[in-house]
């Protein structure tokens, strides 16, 4: 009986992971195949690359790989240096006005950029970078919740590590340097990951700053490129889906378990 | 940390290097501090303050008190966009963290290919909405499209999945569930995995049912996970919007529209930016509401633990 009963929710179990990965390896079945087999499922169909050479041929995608290439980086550099600094100064200093500060920061996690696309396209605009990377990447360099994170983490540096930095004379700078930062790998990969896969994927706010091929991120290009107006081929939209989303989807497969592990940390905080 | 240490024998040189320590941090902060106004605080105010005033077509805007909000009040649309809203959430949030748990569950217990499983309910988390429903798209085309080819197959007929208002909410709720259950699974996963075996064992010495276990222990020690992912599966309703670009511009007829696609179509479409930024007050108070809840409610209890 109990045997029987492992058995069947074994067999729901696969039945579901099998209906889950469907919408994927039928992506990879149409963009792999030619077009008039796109709903015709037929084991000896023949298999081409033709719909990715097509893609990459009707719209500058090489341009758009680099866009988003240049944006990811930049955001998490930006991310990086100032969480870095920020967490250090509200983990490690008493300082006038430090609670006011840090629930200022807070106010972030509630309300994030993402809902502020009228002000913050002003802001963009005001500041002459409509239609740049920079003005893609600006409104979430300083990350409520990065700093978060890494306050959490530079906290639970034992004391002794710090003051024997110290007494080898090294100046707070250094202390970060040679201390903080090195002790907060784990965090700094699970930060990393989600922010790349976050701002890879973003399209709402890079689809309202950007108006050229010069700045669209991936995921603009493939809707521009994709929208109905255009009359592009059902198994070329997909082949371009299938290119937008390879590099994350082949980061995922390889390191799975800081994936999964990286967006469990973020979100738990 | 440093000027923690206050000594009497030396005022000066300490209040000397509390000065030094309160300019180190505030220098540390600055970059934070620049950013976080110019695209955080500014925008906010600044939303409130244009939320109160005219479109300056051309002219100077003017100060109209409540008059954005009258207008609102009394928008068909908007008042459609919010019931869509709250439709969308509560078709999407209930039935994502079932799933989540669902799978959870499975994935914790030792069940062949259990690795497999894992993979294949997370990976729609990684994939970009964008090209997620450029894929679902094509399910839900007519005629063309594989729902409307399968059910033919079948003996159906086709049916206009997107195009039609009373359809459209559940294909595009069905697909974003899709996307969302294996993220939240992962809580509940880390969640089981803190629960003591030796409880089972207990259990199944006393005798108690697998169903008996999870509804009075399981569930009972899971319900932190739960509110946790609640509010997130919530925000996150308020937050989606890429697919509607892509899918449905909203329609038809705004049967698909949510607060956030209002907002953009308004400001971006319309120019209409006074009004954009009386919706965007709306939708701000929402999100604001919800986060306190998850202060008050959530962070009080973790704490407790």
């Known amino acids: 009986m109990r045997h029987k009963g492992h058995s069947v929710e074994t067999i729901a179990a696969w039945v579901l992971a099998l209906l889950w990965l469907l919408p994927l390896v039928y992506s990879l079945w149409s963009a792999f195949h030619p077009s008039e087999y796109a709903t015709r499922f037929d084991i000896t169909a023949p298999l081409t690359l033709d719909n990715f050479i097509r893609a990459w041929n009707q719209a500058p995608f090489a341009r758009y790989y680099l866009n988003t290439l240049m944006l990811v980086s930049l955001v998490l550099a930006g991310q990086l240096i100032v969480s870095t600094l920020a967490a250090y100064a509200f983990a490690r200093f008493r300082f006038f006005g430090r609670e006011v500060l840090f629930a200022l920061v807070l106010v972030q996690l509630m309300i994030m950029p993402d809902v502020l696309i009228v002000e913050n396209y002003r802001v963009i605009s005001a500041l002459n970078l409509l239609d740049t990377i920079p003005a893609i990447a600006l409104p979430y360099i300083a990350s409520a919740f990065g700093i978060f994170l890494l306050r959490q983490t530079f906290k639970s540096v034992p004391n002794e590590l710090v003051e024997a930095a110290r007494v080898e004379g090294a100046s707070s700078f250094g202390v970060l340097w040679r201390v903080f930062v090195p002790l907060g790998k784990t965090t700094y990969i699970a930060f990393g990951l989600v922010s790349v896969s976050y701002h890879w994927n973003n399209f709402l706010w890079p689809l309202i700053v950007t108006n050229s091929v010069e700045s669209r991120p991936l995921t603009v290009g493939l809707a521009v490129f994709g929208a109905p107006e255009t009359g592009v081929d059902w198994s070329v939209i997909t082949a371009a889906t299938v290119m937008t989303m390879a590099p994350l989807l082949l980061a995922f497969l390889l390191f799975q378990r800081q994936f999964v592990q990286s967006f469990m940390r973020a979100g738990i905080r | ?305």
């Open chain 2, 1 to 305: 940390m440093v000027s923690a240490v206050m000594s009497a024998a030396e005022p000066k040189a300490v209040r000397r290097k509390a000065w030094l320590t309160n300019i180190n941090a505030w220098l540390l902060l600055l970059p934070a501090i620049v950013l976080l106004a110019a695209f955080t605080h500014y925008p906010i105010l600044a939303t409130l303050y244009h939320s109160f005033f005219s479109l300056s077509r051309g002219g100077a805007s003017e100060f109209v008190g409540l008059e954005n909000y009258t207008y609102m009040l009394e928008d068909d649309v908007f008042w459609q966009v919010l019931r869509n809203n709250i439709v969308f959430a509560i078709a999407t949030v209930p039935t994502s963290i079932a799933l989540a748990l669902l799978m959870a569950v499975w994935v914790d217990k030792k069940m062949a290919g259990r690795s497999f499983l894992r993979l294949a309910f997370f990976t729609p988390t990684v994939l970009p909405m964008i090209a997620v429903a450029n894929i679902w798209l094509f399910f839900y085309t007519p005629d063309y499209g594989l729902l409307d080819q399968l059910l033919k197959s079948l003996g159906f007929s086709g049916h206009n999945w997107l195009g039609d208002p009373s359809t459209v909410m559940t294909c595009l709720a069905v697909m974003v569930v899709w996307k969302e259950a294996g993220f939240f699974m992962i809580f509940y996963l880390a969640a089981l995995q803190t629960i003591p075996p030796e409880l089972k064992e207990a259990a199944e010495v006393e005798g108690a049912s697998r169903w008996y276990f999870f509804r009075r222990v399981t569930l009972p020690l899971l319900m932190p996970t739960t509110l946790f992912i609640s509010i997130n599966a919530l925000i996150n309703s308020f937050k989606l919007v890429d697919q509607l670009v892509i899918m449905t511009k909203g329609g038809p007829n705004n049967a698909s529209s949510l607060l956030l696609y209002y907002i953009y179509e308004v400001a971006f479409t319309f120019q209409d930016t006074a009004f954009a930024a009386t919706l965007t007050v709306t939708l701000i108070t929402i999100l604001a509401a919800v986060a306190l809840t998850k202060f008050v409610y959530l962070d009080r209890r973790i704490h407790y633990q």
